[in-house]
């Protein structure tokens, strides 16, 4: 099966678009990426994955090639950043204090706080 570029009548002879001097990927490649994915493949399947998967690393090359030098690399698009406060030893803040917990609780029963059920 052809891919939608190659079908108009105008496209046929042209080269594959973002084709540089990208080898491509061969049907060897197709099945064996098929094979480490446990996936099977039918011969047009993998006609169609060896155009589609070879014009994507054909634009993947032509990326590459874009001349990046000077330009900042982004990590996110926000400047945004995590408020934490310090670690700190929250136990110490209610020793002692089990009987004034226990009183401000609305129901209690035999030193711990009474809850309703959760489940049922």
Same mark, same amino acid.
């Given at each position: 099966m052809r891919p939608r570029w190659m079908k108009s009548p105008r496209c046929i002879g042209a080269k594959r678009p973002h084709q540089n001097n990208f080898m491509g990927i061969s049907s060897k490649d197709v099945r064996q990426i098929a094979h480490l994915a446990r996936i099977a493949l039918t011969q047009d399947e993998e006609e169609r994955f060896?155009?589609?998967?070879?014009?994507?690393?054909?634009?993947?090359?032509?990326?590459?090639? =874009?001349?990046?030098?000077?330009? @900042?690399?982004?990590?996110?698009?926000? #400047?945004? @950043?995590n408020v934490m406060r310090e670690d700190g030893d929250?136990? #110490? =803040?209610? @020793?002692?204090?089990?009987? @004034?917990?226990? =009183?401000a609780a609305p129901d209690r029963k035999e030193g711990w706080i009474k809850v309703r059920e959760v489940f049922t």
């Open positions: 060896e155009t589609e998967l070879s014009s994507i690393l054909g634009f993947i090359e032509k990326l590459n090639a =874009a001349d990046t030098a000077g330009v @900042e690399p982004e990590t996110g698009g926000t #400047s945004l @950043e929250a136990h #110490s =803040a209610l @020793e002692g204090k089990a009987g @004034e917990l226990l =009183a």
